[in-house]
């Protein structure tokens, strides 16, 4: 188990900038793939980005090109940078933790991740 924290989220205007983090609290943080997802409201929870162990980065059709994820091991820590955000991204987000360490290819669906922060609301207004 990863303990997960999110943070950074906010009310900001289409086609601004926030940019989301997560710290992790756990020794296994640089062998797991980190997801993030998000929840709108009457929505189902869904894949945003996935970034692998490998420190290879994979996006949802929806947000690629605008938003870009990272992680730093030293610091335990994921991020996603969100540009030119749309009212449609307006949702909780959520950061993850894969179940498995050193996975041969990376997790991005929901079933794959066993740890997870408690989420941040991010909401654009247009």
């Known amino acids: 188990q990863v303990h997960l924290v999110e943070s950074g989220g906010g009310l900001v205007q289409a086609g601004g900038s926030l940019r989301l983090s997560c710290a992790a609290l756990?020794?296994?943080?640089?062998?797991?793939?980190m997801g993030w997802f998000r929840q709108a409201p009457g929505k189902e929870r869904e894949f945003v980005a996935a970034?692998?162990?490998?420190?290879?980065?994979y996006y949802a059709d929806s947000v690629k090109g605008r938003f870009t994820g990272s992680r730093d091991n030293a610091k335990s820590t994921v991020y996603l940078q969100m540009n030119s955000l749309k009212p449609e991204d307006t949702a909780v987000y959520y950061c993850?933790?894969?179940?498995?360490?050193?996975?041969?290819?990376?997790?991005?669906?929901?079933?794959?991740?066993?740890?997870w922060g408690q989420g941040t609301q991010v909401t654009v207004s247009s």
């Open positions: 993850a933790a894969s179940r498995e360490s050193y996975t041969r290819v990376v997790v991005t669906t929901i079933s794959g991740f066993g740890s």
């Open positions: 756990g020794r296994t943080f640089s062998s797991r793939d």
């Open positions: 970034l692998s162990w490998r420190d290879t980065t």
